[in-house]
């Protein structure tokens, strides 16, 4: 079973625009991850926040995490083509190791 | 460094025939963990090993996939017989296994299994 659901399904911007993404969980976790996907490779992680934050950044991207709310999102600056891939998030549940991947959210950076 | 490893990186049988899936996770690494990835679909958890014991092997369907990690390192996963809705990406990760370190894992590029 699937923990998160990301928003949306698929994304299609132009080089520069910002790129937004949501995931929604549905239990209480230790803390959220979000990783990316290119067609045909493994998953690389992006960043982790922890359920006692509220925002990270790294480079050109942004989470934000809302407890009370069970979603959290990712916000990609200054697009660029080759951010095109599929971005997953992924939870670790109160008590447990285990990661629970959402069905992910397609974005497409057109040149 | 090198990453985590796995082979084959594709392979194609018939159903009814066996397969296996081989990875070497990053030096080091004490947690290894097998996925399942459909088409589409964000990976399944199929089994958490904590160096060669299986912690967490709930979702793994052990009537016809095994797995193991004999000296606690690299970790082959098997099915047999192979069905057709077996068809999918099976991917290898590992992580550092620190004890309440909330930490990344590390992926393989996978392996894509088509089953005809």
């Known amino acids: 079973s699937q923990q998160g659901e990301e928003d949306p399904q698929a994304l299609s911007i132009q080089e520069g625009e910002n790129a937004t993404m949501n995931c929604s969980y549905k239990?209480?976790?230790?803390?959220l991850q979000w990783y990316r996907q290119n067609s045909g490779r493994g998953l690389v992680h992006l960043i982790l926040i922890r359920s006692n934050e509220r925002e990270k950044h790294s480079g050109r991207l942004r989470v934000t995490l809302d407890t009370s709310k069970k979603s959290s999102s990712l916000l990609i600056t200054a697009s660029r083509a080759a951010d095109t891939a599929s971005y997953f998030c992924a939870t670790i549940q109160g008590g447990s190791e285990k990661l629970v991947f959402g069905k992910g959210t397609k974005l497409t950076v057109n040149p | 460094e090198a990453g985590v490893v796995q082979s084959p990186r594709y392979k194609i049988i018939e159903k009814k025939q066996p397969v296996a899936f081989w990875c070497n996770p990053i030096?080091?690494?004490?947690?290894l963990y097998w996925y399942l990835q459909n088409l589409g679909q964000g990976p399944e958890l199929l089994i958490r090993y904590e160096n060669e014991e299986a912690v967490d092997d709930s979702q793994l369907p052990k009537d016809r996939f095994s797995a193991e990690r004999l000296k606690g390192v690299d970790s082959t996963l098997k099915i047999q017989p192979a069905e057709l809705g077996d068809s999918a990406v099976y991917l290898c990760?590992?992580?550092?296994?620190?004890?309440?370190?909330?930490?990344?894992?590390?992926f393989g590029p996978g392996t894509r299994l088509t089953v005809l």
């Open positions: 030096s080091g690494h004490n947690t």
């Open positions: 239990t209480s976790i230790n803390n």
């Open positions: 990760a590992s992580s550092p296994g620190l004890a309440g370190v909330p930490h990344e894992q590390f």
